[in-house]
């Protein structure tokens, strides 16, 4: 069983351009959850979704972000008009469910740098 | 809502010495504590996570952790570290009875083991 997987690993764009990261969940779980990590900093929560369905994107900004997971194929985490504050680490984790014991199954993210 | 407050952001130890990294949370409701290791670049693994019952918990790699309800606290333990511990470690919580997406990490732990 193939574990969480994010690509790309590393992901370098200049200013104004638009980065994608995907994530494919573990086999079985249909609960995926995007994290942005900061250095030095521990994993802020942006979004919660479900197959088709956003359940929770209280922790994305506003602006220029936006997530989806389709019926088919992976999620995508998508950053229009990238801004250097938007240089992290970007994690995917899934679940089966979406219940709080539930573990999270982190893949090993995406390092976006903007120019 | 609920919080984790790592009290020490790095921790360097000598390899075979007996480590303790700290973790207190916040909140008014009952809780689900976790506790994840992160290896360079790569993403977050669980060690060990308190739902309920005994108190401690027993993870991998060695690992265990005490849940203190009156102290609020869930610090982690290992009796004798190896060079290959030094990673990140953070430590989460979430709601008993809520979601998934309501988990809060802590800003993480460096553990350092030198030769």
């Known amino acids: 069983n193939a574990g969480v997987m994010q690509n790309p690993r590393h992901l370098v764009r200049r200013r104004g351009q638009e980065a994608r990261l995907r994530c494919s969940p573990m086999k079985g779980h249909s609960h995926v959850y995007w994290y942005r990590q900061l250095p030095e900093e521990g994993l802020k929560f942006m979004v919660y979704l479900q197959k088709e369905n956003i359940i929770d994107e209280s922790g994305m900004p506003k602006e220029r972000f936006s997530a989806e997971f389709p019926k088919e194929g992976p999620s995508i985490l998508r950053i229009q008009q990238v801004v250097r504050g938007d240089s992290a680490a970007y994690f995917c984790?899934?679940?089966?469910?979406?219940?709080?014991?539930?573990?999270?199954?982190f893949g090993p993210g995406t390092r976006l740098l903007v120019l | 809502a609920q919080s984790v407050t790592q009290l020490d952001s790095q921790v360097p130890v000598f390899e075979e010495a007996p480590v303790e990294l700290r973790c207190n949370y916040s909140s008014s409701v009952s809780v689900y504590l976790f506790w994840y290791v992160q290896y360079p670049n790569q993403g977050l693994q669980l060690l060990l996570k308190?739902?309920?019952?005994?108190?401690l918990v027993k993870g991998i790699n060695g690992f265990e952790a005490e849940f203190n309800k009156s102290q609020t606290s869930f610090h982690l333990r290992k009796p004798s570290v190896h060079i290959s511990d030094t990673a990140e470690y953070f430590c989460a919580v979430s709601v008993k009875g809520g979601n998934n997406n309501d988990m809060r990490f802590g800003a993480g732990t460096r553990l350092t083991v030198k030769p």
């Open positions: 984790a899934s679940s089966p469910a979406g219940t709080a014991q539930e573990t999270q199954y």
């Open positions: 308190y739902l309920s019952g005994s108190t």
